[in-house]
């Protein structure tokens, strides 16, 4: 019982860190004069990945056996999963939601005299739902063709061995380099502040002091990254509770818990009417699991995958495929997005028999 109550406790503190973090990276944004969606795929994405990226480090740098060195890279392949398929999920389930509450409050605050003169025109269609506000999908589009193909080449190093493996993971360092710098430059025209919600460190002021941005930025970071951590061992704890083994804990709990905090900002953002910001955390925290927790594990361990780590894999890339097709048909939408996290459970279905 008192793993549950932690848990629950991990989870609120979580969601209350993230609203801070939001609020405080979109300042940051202004101050640093970065674009917009640059806030959600570098900013944002960076100090929520950060923390598991650490990990990663922790675990395949100083693991002093191969069982650590194993959760570096079962945590370098979970993260991406979690990302392409529940973040998404939520995301669109989230934007369903509001977008019903949007409805129906139009539908209450409509005129009488908009429904007298429907009455008197019946012939007249109703009106169109409002469409919902992804923002550049042709450039969502383009950031997850670059994380399927640098994640294609990372399963497919997986497979094989060879001499000068643990230098491709230089490579994978070098393609988020120039990922990052191409999300500088075409993250958008800067703004002032103007349009964005007053820091909550300082409610008061128009215009808050760049120490208390800072100060909120580096403060909720810290909150994240150990009440995720205490998360994630609490799942631990609870897995065997329920009849999980703890192979099955780690790689079908423990990323959801790792991920926690973009599925957290991308739940505030969609609730506050900004979904291109959510939709470029997600991507841009997916680049990063693509490439930084990569590096590490091919460069410190063997890097070679079981069938647990090849089926996450497949899932992965088959929920990718998807988000593409949907992108590419113009169908990308809350309810196509909710379809993501149904890969998931593929994945929990076919693990199961797997690791048994």
Known sequence: MLHVVILLACAIAIYLSCEWFVNAVEWLGVRLKVGPLAVGTLLAAFGTALPESVVTFVAVVFGSGAQQKDIGVGA??????ALATVAY???GFVLLTRRRKVQAAARTAAPVSAGAAATASPDLPDEAPPREDLGDVRKLARDQRWFLAIFVVKVAVGLVAFAFKPWLGLLFFAAYAVYFWRELRDG???????DLEPLLLQRRREVPATWAVVTQTLVTLVIIFFASQLFVHQLDAIGPMIGLSASVTALLLSPIATELPEIMNAIIWVRQGKTPLALANISGAMMIQATVPSGL??????????HALLL??????AAMVYLLAMLWKGRLSGRTL???AVFYAIFGLCLIPVLS
């Open 76 to 81: 370098a392949m979970g993260g991406p999963l």
């Open 338 to 340: 909710t379809v993501a």
């Open 312 to 317: 996450a894999g497949v899932v992965t890339m």
């Open 297 to 306: 594990g091919i460069l410190f361990t063997p890097w070679r995958f079981d």
């Open 188 to 194: 958008g025209e800067h703004g002032d502040g103007a």
């Open 89 to 91: 999920g939520v995301t």
